[in-house]
Each structure stands twice: as C-alpha cells, then as structure tokens.
C-alpha cells in the first residue's frame, strides 16, 4: 500500500488545511499554540518541523480531511 504522503510538502498540507478550517478552527482541532497566536504558515512549518508529535498531528488531520 502506497503512503498517501509520499510527495506530498508539508506547506502544502499546511495549506490546504487553512484553506479547508481556517486558524481558528484548525486550533480548536489541534492544540497547537502556532495555530491560535499570530499564526502563519511560516511559522506554523518552523514548529512542525521541530515537533513529531504535532507533525503527527497535522498529517493525520490531513489524511481524515483529504486522502481518498
């Protein structure tokens, strides 16, 4: 079975999930601090990166939200 992540950025997963929740409903579905203060994108790939388990997170809201 093929990783429905394999290719994809995490700008882009980022993204798409602003687009789709917004930030203020992307915090109140993760917890994550960078979504509810000042959030950007930015900012937002600073911390994910640093982060596994926020990373984890974000890519499994992801693949609720938009794998097929």
């Not at 929740?21 to 994550?32: P, Q, T, V």
């Amino acid at each position: 079975m093929a990783d429905p992540l394999h290719g994809v950025k995490l700008e882009e997963i980022i993204t798409s999930l602003v687009e789709r929740y917004g930030w203020e409903e992307l915090a109140d579905r993760i917890r994550i601090r960078c979504f509810a203060n000042d959030p950007s994108v930015k900012s937002t790939l600073k911390f994910i990166r640093r982060t596994p388990w926020a990373r984890d997170k974000v890519e499994k809201l992801w693949l609720e939200t938009f794998a097929p």
